[in-house]
């Protein structure tokens, strides 16, 4: 009995619900040909390359093979009212001195009559008097001079506009000779050759033969690669290196090069490192070298502003590079490359712990969320235990077959006194004691590695006797 009343409420419904989403796709069809149109008669809104990030931040003009850089000119303020006081004012103000009667000789000044007295005013105190009546607040003020100097306001020629226009701006020109130290500074090249040192001593632990063209294209690519992401963090921070005192002189705050120009710097370096590492050594190692672009770029740097956690994934960039020389000399993923990984990133932490407790303060201002300014407990902790998993991981090269079982013994005055930096850098907790772990783990780490290299276990031979005659 219900069928008929409930279909013709459908019905009613389908047809009100179909008649306004004709009405609404009519709309948006006449808004969306409204924006095309607009869209195409004011080229103005069109998007360009100008609207990325990276080139908004400073215009970059390229003439005569020559890299110029200007910044906008600041504008001038607005004088709304003459101020005696306003040093504004009278810069535009030009004060004409008064031209003094010639002076009669006594003699012939005795044979002239003198004319008859008349009162004595000043042609701007009539004007003052004028203006007065018209305007009675500038009266006011031009009577608050009270000089017999009559104001003169200068016009500025179209010449000494330019000229004072081109002050403003700030050319940028580069020299090729200063290219190199640039690109240096930029790349971080300290750090590149310590990650260059790393890729190589994982090379050189492989259990494989030594092959030298193989060692220097992957060694190229590997800090080709680093170059790379250095580059690019580098220009993510320039608002906040220019806050710390250490990196207020990198060459993007500086202004020494345009953003442009670092970013084409970056490519530059990144895509052949990891074409190389990828067509010249093997497709691990190129993976391998991008996932460390991917992850220093895009994960480490932004964040650094946003939570402690970037340590540890800096730790996991750090670790990567001796993986990339072992698979670069063995082609495969195998327990001493993991081995080799586990000891750089165990070690980054008492590094770069000690390093952050010294510039607190500088990663403060830049507003970068250190372990050491927003968990200096925390920060102590760390570099202590990762200190003491040093140790443990020295003791487990040999059952890897990475080492021979003199490789623990050898090392173990090395890694006791880094423990025993940490552990009074735990208790402290001052600067002294982070700059002595410092500069011990600056030079624990190539002791480490010189000392596994030298306790390396040696590869087997595999000599094949042919039968003797009979």
């Not at 609207?51 to 931040?57: G, S």
């Not at 081995?339 to 607190?360: E, K, M, V």
Request: net charge positive.
């Amino acid at each position: 009995m219900f069928i008929t009343p409930c279909s013709r409420l459908s019905g009613l419904l389908g047809v009100s619900v179909k008649q306004k989403v004709l009405q609404n796709a009519s709309r948006c069809n006449q808004t969306a040909h409204s924006l095309m149109q607009l869209r195409r008669r004011d080229p103005s809104s069109w998007l360009t390359y100008q609207h990325l990030n990276f080139l908004k931040r400073q215009y970059v003009a390229k003439n005569n093979s020559e890299l110029h850089q200007r910044a906008v000119p600041k504008r001038t303020p607005v004088v709304t009212a003459v101020d005696e006081g306003d040093d504004g004012v009278e810069r535009r103000v030009q004060r004409i001195p008064t031209i003094e009667p010639p002076t009669i000789p006594p003699p012939a000044r005795a044979a002239v009559k003198a004319p008859p007295a008349a009162p004595t005013f000043d042609l701007a105190t009539k004007d003052v008097a004028a203006a007065g009546k018209s305007d009675p607040a500038s009266g006011a003020v031009a009577a608050a001079g009270k000089s017999d100097e009559t104001p003169h306001i200068h016009e500025e020629t179209d010449e000494a506009r330019e000229a004072r226009l081109d002050k403003q701006w700030k050319q940028l020109k580069v020299d090729v000779g200063d290219l190199p130290d640039i690109y240096a500074r930029l790349s971080k090249f300290k750090l590149t050759a310590l990650v260059v040192t790393t890729a190589a001593a994982g090379y050189a632990m492989a259990p494989v033969p030594f092959d030298p063209l193989m060692f220097f294209v992957s060694s190229l690519g590997t800090g080709l690669a680093s170059c790379t992401a250095n580059s690019i963090n580098q220009y993510f921070e320039v608002p906040f290196d220019s806050n710390m005192n250490r990196t207020k002189n990198r060459p993007l705050v500086r202004g020494q090069i345009s953003p442009l120009h670092a970013v084409s710097f970056a490519l530059a370096c990144g895509v052949p490192g990891v074409a190389l590492l990828t067509l010249a050594v093997n497709p691990i190692t190129g993976l391998l070298g991008a996932l460390n672009i991917v992850l220093y770029t895009c994960c480490y740097t932004p964040l650094k502003r946003l939570s402690i956690s970037n340590t540890w994934v800096g730790a996991v960039v750090g670790a990567i590079p001796p993986m990339m020389g072992w698979t670069a000399a063995t082609g495969g993923l195998e327990p001493g490359a993991v081995l080799l990984a586990g000891l750089l990133y165990c070690w980054q932490f008492p590094h770069f712990n000690a390093l952050s407790w010294t510039l607190r303060e500088d990663y403060s201002r830049g507003g970068y969320r250190m372990m050491s300014v927003t968990h200096p407990a925390m920060c102590q902790r760390v570099a202590l235990r990762h200190s003491l998993a040093l140790l443990a991981l020295c003791a487990l090269a040999p059952p890897l077959d990475v080492t021979t079982w003199t490789f623990p013994l050898v090392s173990l005055p090395v890694n006791l006194y880094l423990v025993f930096l940490a552990f009074r850098f735990y208790r402290r907790g001052d600067r002294s004691s982070a700059r002595k772990l410092f500069f011990c783990s600056l030079w624990h780490l190539p002791m480490l590695l010189l000392l596994a290299l030298t306790c390396k276990k040696p590869r087997p031979h595999h000599q094949d006797t042919a039968p003797l005659p009979s």
